[in-house]
């Protein structure tokens, strides 16, 4: 049974950090592609980030390129996502998810995780 479990989300002032991680189990965590997603209230879910399965190719979105930063640890089953200068419209919950391919399709994951609730204040 695949499990991805996030880590990391809390209550942070605009203009400050935080790092999110996910822990996999239950999967060939090397052969994966992961990504990131956030879904704010009222807002379908949106594309963050995503990483190949050897973590040399990252690809992060336009609305947090220069901000954000995804990394995979394939010793450790681990995927992180470093968020840096943040803005209240960062304000989600933050999803991992596993899938073939490092897209920013939804459709291309098979396993998510709970989330992590990020709310960035003023």
């Known amino acids: 049974q695949v499990q991805l479990v996030e880590s990391g989300g809390g209550l942070v002032q605009a203009g400050g950090s935080l790092r999110l991680s996910c822990a996999a189990s239950?999967?060939?965590?090397?052969?994966?592609?992961m990504g990131w997603f956030r879904q704010a209230p009222g807002k379908e879910r949106e594309w963050v980030a995503a990483?190949?399965?050897?973590?040399?190719?990252?690809y992060t979105a336009r609305s947090v390129k220069g901000r954000f930063t995804i990394s995979r640890d394939n010793a450790k089953n681990t995927v992180d996502l470093q968020m840096n200068s943040l803005k209240p419209e960062d304000t989600a919950v933050y999803y991992c998810a596993a899938g073939s391919v490092p897209s920013s399709d939804s459709r291309s994951y098979s396993s998510w995780g709970q989330g992590t609730q990020v709310t960035v204040s003023l």
């Open positions: 239950g999967l060939t965590f090397s052969r994966n592609a």
């Open positions: 990483v190949d399965w050897s973590g040399r190719n990252p």
